[in-house]
């Protein structure tokens, strides 16, 4: 169990700049832990918003011009997007304008550094993955990743630079609030130049992570993708509530591998029940992992992110695992009943040594269907230094790709295969496989038995490793056995049955 510690011990220097009448009210009539943010708008009455409750302050009389002008002399100058903060603290105060440029509302927000809030997920960032928090406006999104800095630059002793876009993060002032520990901060001098900004952070003070908050423009977009491709890893927010969202942002759909149309055969399109045009993924992700905030303590995880847009372009959305703080601060974790996991107690090789290999740019899918088929002890490592081997395509691997950044200064082998469905031949050669016909169809229609059962229990489409013609033939009798419908797709040596979930 983790307690949580928040740290408000400058809201005063918020309080104080209130009209005395509020400062007042909050002094004697309020638990400020609760307190979220004071708003003031010309010609109505104050409301102090409190995390369960809403006071409209009407015995206190109207707020009047006076009352705002008077604050805003005590809060200086707002920056270009109408923001100022109080130097050294999180608080931050928001300025609405009439058509004369004049301040008539204010929005006072405060901030707070909750030590202990990103214990929960605490695994996934300090793995060394990409990680981008999805949720609403004032859930707790920048609040997490303030937690985040200071875990790794103070627990995980990596070098952090927090790109700070209006000092949300770190606060107002040259020196950044405590709550992000020993990582540095970059500021960022009008929302326009945040992208240059996270591109200046990686060429000029060498990060191992670097922190942003709300990528929200398609330069921004770019510059993630420049920050991952160069081996930083990278932990952001953007705008949206939840994965579905995301892939429908154009803009935005490039951080988690963008989507493109393309044309399928008619056969298929018939058994998928879809028109010839259908979705796919584009590339691979700028994000390992995306994680939905649904609440403070409820926690969903896309890990990794790659398969779970591809099950969602197909209309088989995967379920996330979800985790959720319980009141006495322990973590309940509810795993994804739909995401498949490679067959190692069933193993038909019990004298051959485990093998954990960290794909990269490989459906994960392909290498756990062929897992099954063969029955070898193979494990899937969502954590680089965990595995054995990286499994790539031969298209990942450039002079300047990803995945040569990852590896960089690590004892790990790299092997490289030309396509997807390689990987039986790679771990038949790895595993000195030796078969002879009669083993192959064995194999063939014991993976086409749990390729139907899978199916019918996940309801979702089951592709299987290439055979040959004859094969085929047989694993197509098992499918319509089943009840099921089955097609061959690719070209030979790749030709492969998909099975298909009933209707």
Do not use: W
Not at 218 to 245: C, D, F, K, P, W
Request: glycine residues 6%; hydrophobic residues 40%.
């Amino acid at each position: 169990m983790v307690e949580q510690h928040i740290q408000v011990d400058d809201l005063k220097l918020l309080i104080q700049l209130l009209p005395q009448r509020l400062t007042d009210y909050l002094d004697t009539n309020s638990d400020l832990s609760k307190l979220i943010e004071v708003v003031m708008d010309k010609g109505h009455p104050a409301e102090v918003r409190m995390s369960n409750v809403v006071h409209r302050l009407k015995d206190l009389g109207d707020v009047t011009q006076e009352d705002i002008d008077n604050m805003v002399k005590k809060i200086g100058e707002f920056n270009t997007d109408n923001r100022a903060g109080i130097e050294r603290t999180l608080h931050r105060v928001s300025a609405i304008k009439n058509r004369s440029g004049d301040v008539i509302g204010l929005t006072c927000r405060v901030g707070r550094a909750v030590v202990g809030t990103v214990d929960i997920i605490k695994d996934i960032v300090e793995n060394g993955q990409n990680c981008l928090f999805l949720g609403p406006p004032g859930i707790g999104k920048t609040t997490i990743l303030r937690e985040t800095a200071r875990v790794l630059a103070d627990e995980a002793n990596k070098r952090v630079v927090v790109v700070d876009t209006s000092n949300e993060i770190a606060g107002d002032g040259d020196i950044p609030h405590p709550g992000i520990g020993y990582a540095r901060r970059m500021q960022v001098p009008s929302p326009d130049k945040q992208h240059a900004i996270m591109i200046e952070a990686v060429e000029n003070h060498m990060p191992e992570v670097i922190i942003v908050d709300e990528i929200g423009t398609e330069a921004e977009t770019i510059a993630a993708r420049t920050i991952a491709e160069r081996g930083v890893q990278l932990v952001a927010t953007a705008h949206g509530y939840n994965l579905q969202s995301l892939i429908k942002n154009p803009i935005l759909s490039d951080l988690i591998g963008g989507v493109q149309t393309v044309v399928i055969g008619d056969e298929e399109a018939k058994f998928r029940g879809t028109s010839k045009s259908v979705l796919e993924r584009k590339s691979l992700p700028t994000f390992d992992v995306v994680v939905e905030i649904r609440s403070r303590d409820v926690f969903a995880i896309y890990n990794p992110v790659a398969t779970n847009v591809d099950a969602i372009l197909i209309g088989d959305p995967l379920v996330p695992e979800v985790r959720t703080r319980e009141s006495d601060g322990d973590v309940m974790i509810e795993a994804s009943p739909k995401q498949p996991q490679p067959i190692e107690d069933e193993a038909t090789h019990p004298d051959l040594e485990q093998l954990v290999i960290f794909p990269f740019g490989i459906n994960t899918d392909q290498i756990i269907t062929t897992v099954h088929a063969l029955q070898v002890p193979v494990r899937l490592a969502k954590d680089i230094g965990e595995a054995d081997i990286v499994l790539t395509l031969k298209s990942k691997v450039k002079a300047k790709s990803k995945i040569n950044q990852i590896i960089k200064g690590k004892q790990i082998p790299l092997h490289v295969i030309n396509s997807p469905h390689d990987v039986s031949k790679f771990l038949k050669d790895y595993y000195k496989l030796v078969e002879s016909d009669t083993d192959t169809e064995e194999e063939a229609l014991r993976e086409v038995e749990k390729a139907c059962k899978r199916a019918i229990e996940e309801c979702r489409v089951v592709e299987l490793t290439p055979r040959t013609n004859a094969v085929r033939r047989l694993q197509h009798r098992i499918t319509f056995d089943y009840g099921l419908n089955s097609m061959s797709v690719g070209e030979d040596p790749n030709r492969r049955l998909r099975v298909y979930p009933r209707a």
